[in-house]
């Protein structure tokens, strides 16, 4: 099944707003200023673009291939950059960004050697590179799995598994420097938020598995909001820090 991206757009922002912890963690591991280039690979809507540019003033560039998601970016801030690209084609040249992150992004990505390839390119000597997502283990760890079990097939089909991008990572110029996760024992009742995102199938993998699966976890998830039912999960994500090392001439 195929995802319109550009369909999605015309909801995304309903339901998906900037990780403030996310950031704050740039924030920690990084200096930045005004001369600073960041790209945010895969931008979207631009809700981690337009946060960053307000809080660093740095020089932010935004890279989405969906028309309408970008243009929805562009509405945003009229101070950062966005240009269409994708994991093929970044439209910058080479050695100009000294940051580079993604959200979310690299389980849309069919070919992530070409990706790394592409990053490595526009990336500075000594430029570092972020990349923000799931490992295997806290796909099966999400606390709506239990509602959508369905879900986790899909996922960790299209997400690839932590070693594997090192892997690539690596084969591909960048040399590994940390990863850090967020796991942590939560328990809380489901919030109104997250129930409307899944009304609107927020999240792209709500548009891989079948009506019929959707339509039921989404009844099930109802009934528990409904009687605010505490859900126990360790779920969080993967953060995979890289360098692009400087050239011994």
């Known amino acids: 099944m195929e995802i319109d991206y550009n369909e999605l757009a ?4 309903l ?3 900037e990780n403030v912890d996310t950031i704050n963690r740039f924030l920690e591991n990084l200096s930045f200023s ?3 280039n960041i790209l ?3 931008c979207g809507t631009g809700n981690f673009t337009c946060a960053l540019k307000r809080i660093t003033n740095a020089n932010v560039y935004g890279v989405e291939p969906a028309d309408k998601m970008r243009q929805k970016a562009i509405d945003k801030n009229t ?5 269409k690209g994708n994991h ?5 040249m080479d050695n100009f960004f000294d940051f580079i992150y993604m959200t979310d992004v690299i389980h849309h990505i069919p070919n992530i050697n070409v990706m790394f390839k592409e990053l490595n390119r526009v990336l500075k000597q000594g430029g570092s590179l972020c990349i923000v997502t799931e490992s295997h283990k806290q796909i099966e760890s999400r606390f709506w799995a239990k509602y959508f079990p369905a879900t986790v097939k ?4 299209r997400y690839p598994d932590i070693p594997e991008i090192v892997e690539s990572a690596t084969n591909n110029g960048f040399v590994f420097s940390k990863i850090e996760t967020t796991d942590a024992n939560h328990k809380h009742s489901i919030s109104k938020n997250f129930l409307m995102l899944v009304e609107n199938k927020g999240y792209s993998m709500f548009h891989l598995i079948s009506n019929d699966d959707h339509e039921c976890g989404l009844a099930d998830l109802r009934n528990d909001y409904s009687k605010q039912v505490k859900i126990e999960y360790s779920h969080g994500e993967t953060f995979l820090w890289l360098k692009k090392p400087f050239k011994n001439w």
């Open 10 to 13: 015309k909801k995304y922002d």
């Open 15 to 17: 339901t998906r707003k």
């Open 34 to 36: 005004e001369e600073t």
């Open 40 to 42: 945010d690979f895969g």
């Open 79 to 83: 101070d950062v950059i966005f240009e």
């Open 88 to 92: 093929e084609k970044i439209p910058f």
């Open 154 to 157: 899909v996922e960790k089909k």
